[in-house]
């Protein structure tokens, strides 16, 4: 069930400059996607989400975009920084009320100093 | 920050035996999940409760998964005789409302021998 693909398992990016993290959906009932920050030992974290009535939503450093089109997201982090390395998982929900989320495998940033 | 906490934060337990695992929402919030990942493979959905009942599940949450909110506060998930194949980090989450973004707990790891 591939429904929500991350195809690159990793990232690696100087601090100070942009990452972008990819996420491509196959399933057209999506209509709310999120993105989750992971660390070691502990649960997901909520970072931004977005409707499939917008194609960019912008929180401090980070930016989501949504091409609903090609049916894919990504998620731009400016400026990278140490503390960003992590598993990033992408996740899409359809309509409704109680929509259960459909996660990504994450890829895994590390930002350099 | 309101967060949602989870108990135990590891759990062994032999085949067959059950287990409990508890997890405390965030107060105002008024939809739970289950979430399991197991190593190596993606965050999957198991089951989505609101007002007292089940909402909707998945496959994977068969008859021998039940859940339960015994208070107004716990949030409770039950394998009655746990299999190899059960040991997995299991994630419970909650969300105000429906399609809203959906908080983590830090997760239970079940490990069955």
């Known amino acids: 069930d591939q429904q929500v693909k991350q195809n690159s398992p990793s990232l690696s990016v100087q601090e100070g400059r942009i990452s972008i993290l990819n996420c491509d959906y196959t399933n057209s009932m999506f209509d709310y996607f999120l993105w989750y920050k992971k660390y070691p030992a502990e649960g997901p974290t909520f970072l931004i989400s977005i409707s499939s009535i917008k194609d960019k939503n912008e929180d401090g450093r980070f930016t989501v975009f949504l091409n609903k089109s090609a049916k894919h997201l990504s998620l731009h982090i400016v400026p990278s920084q140490p503390g960003d390395s992590a598993v990033y998982f992408c996740a899409a929900s359809a309509a409704g009320a109680n929509s259960k989320l459909t996660f990504g495998k994450g890829i895994t940033l590390s930002v350099r100093p | 920050e309101p967060e949602v906490t989870q108990t135990p934060s590891h759990q062994v337990t032999q085949m067959g035996q059950e287990v409990i695992l508890r997890c405390v929402p965030i107060s105002n919030h008024l939809y739970f999940y289950w979430y399991r990942q197991i190593l190596g493979q993606k965050v999957e959905f198991l089951v989505s409760f609101y007002n007292n009942e089940i909402s909707e599940k998945s496959e994977i949450f068969d008859d021998q998964f039940s859940v339960e909110r015994p208070d107004g506060s716990n949030f409770t998930l039950k394998i009655r005789s746990t299999k190899l194949e059960d040991s997995a980090m299991y994630f419970c989450?909650?969300?105000?409302?429906?399609?809203?973004?959906?908080?983590f707990g830090d997760g239970t790891r079940l490990s069955i021998l």
């Open positions: 989450a909650s969300s105000e409302w429906g399609n809203q973004p959906q908080h």
